[in-house]
């Protein structure tokens, strides 16, 4: 697939990234600046000489892709879908999002009750289907192409057929995808983020993940 990812430049979604173009898939880096998306391309290109990789800004790599994914910020969210939601209109949008305080071993309610994603999901209204992954996937070992992942990845959204793709992507990047129901969901997937930080700072580690037992 073509996959932009809309903030490649931080480690989420680079990591990510480095582990779609090793599978094969093409990869379009997006950054608020066109030379930024440039340079972590470069980047990637320089540890996958052989990969599909380009580098632009988050508008040009959403209107070129297939499906997007999401990985800014959470208080960036609102004003780069603003800006995206025109050349979005009719994908697939994966957010990896997981909105956290200044505290990020404290779990963080939104004042709207509700999850990043499903906020998200209002912003870009219902042309633009999504789906909520990898929070539960830090970025750390990413782009280290021979730690295995000891992590199950929770996909949220409202369509299974979209699930199914997202839970591929998973396999792509060597992990196991879980259709983990609605999108509402997300909000569990999402507040994991805090309680996996808060398990690695107490345990001096960097790759705590969960596990889903007895499917
Ligand atoms: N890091 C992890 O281990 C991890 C794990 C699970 C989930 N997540 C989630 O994944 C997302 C990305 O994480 P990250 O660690 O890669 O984040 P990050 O490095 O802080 O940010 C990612 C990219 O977002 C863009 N950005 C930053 N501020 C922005 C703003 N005000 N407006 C628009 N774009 C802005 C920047 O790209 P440009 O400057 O190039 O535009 C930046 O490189 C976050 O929502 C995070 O909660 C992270």
């Given at each position: 697939?073509?996959?932009?990812?809309?903030?490649?430049?931080?480690?989420?979604?680079?990591?990510?990234?480095?582990?779609?173009?090793?599978?094969?898939?093409?990869?379009?880096?997006?950054?608020?600046?066109?030379?930024?998306?440039?340079?972590?391309?470069?980047?990637?290109?320089?540890?996958?000489?052989?990969?599909?990789?380009?580098?632009?800004?988050?508008?040009?790599?959403?209107?070129?892709?297939?499906?997007?994914?999401?990985?800014?910020?959470?208080?960036?969210?609102?004003?780069?879908?603003?800006?995206?939601?025109?050349?979005?209109?009719?994908?697939?949008?994966?957010?990896?999002?997981?909105?956290?305080?200044?505290?990020?071993?404290?779990?963080?309610?939104?004042?709207?009750?509700?999850?990043?994603?499903?906020?998200?999901?209002?912003?870009?209204?219902?042309?633009?289907?999504?789906?909520?992954a990898f929070?539960?996937?830090?970025?750390?070992?990413?782009?280290?192409?021979?730690?295995?992942?000891?992590?199950d990845v929770l996909v949220?959204?409202?369509?299974?057929?979209?699930k199914q793709?997202v839970m591929q992507l998973c396999e792509?990047?060597?992990m196991r995808g879980v259709n983990a129901?609605?999108?509402?969901?997300?909000?569990?997937?999402?507040?994991?983020?805090?309680?996996?930080?808060?398990?690695?700072?107490?345990?001096?580690?960097?790759?705590?993940?969960?596990?889903?037992?007895?499917?």
């Amino acid at each position: 697939m073509k996959i932009a990812i809309l903030g490649g430049t931080g480690d989420e979604g680079f990591g990510l990234g480095f582990r779609w173009a090793s599978a094969g898939h093409e990869i379009i880096i997006g950054s608020r600046k066109a030379e930024k998306g440039l340079q972590a391309a470069a980047d990637l290109m320089q540890k996958l000489p052989d990969a599909k990789v380009t580098g632009t800004d988050n508008g040009t790599a959403a209107a070129a892709a297939d499906l997007a994914v999401l990985s800014v910020p959470y208080w960036a969210q609102e004003s780069t879908l603003a800006s995206l939601k025109d050349v979005l209109d009719g994908k697939l949008l994966v957010t990896v999002v997981a909105p956290t305080g200044e505290k990020k071993s404290r779990v963080w309610r939104l004042p709207s009750g509700k999850s990043a994603a499903e906020e998200a999901q209002e912003l870009v209204g219902e042309n633009i289907r999504v789906v909520a992954a990898f929070q539960s996937i830090g970025a750390h070992h990413l782009t280290d192409p021979d730690f295995k992942i000891d992590s199950d990845v929770l996909v949220c959204g409202d369509k299974g057929a979209d699930k199914q793709l997202v839970m591929q992507l998973c396999e792509d990047a060597g992990m196991r995808g879980v259709n983990a129901g609605a999108l509402q969901n997300a909000i569990v997937a999402e507040g994991m983020v805090s309680v996996l930080i808060a398990i690695n700072i107490i345990n001096k580690a960097k790759s705590a993940g969960i596990r889903i037992t007895g499917i």
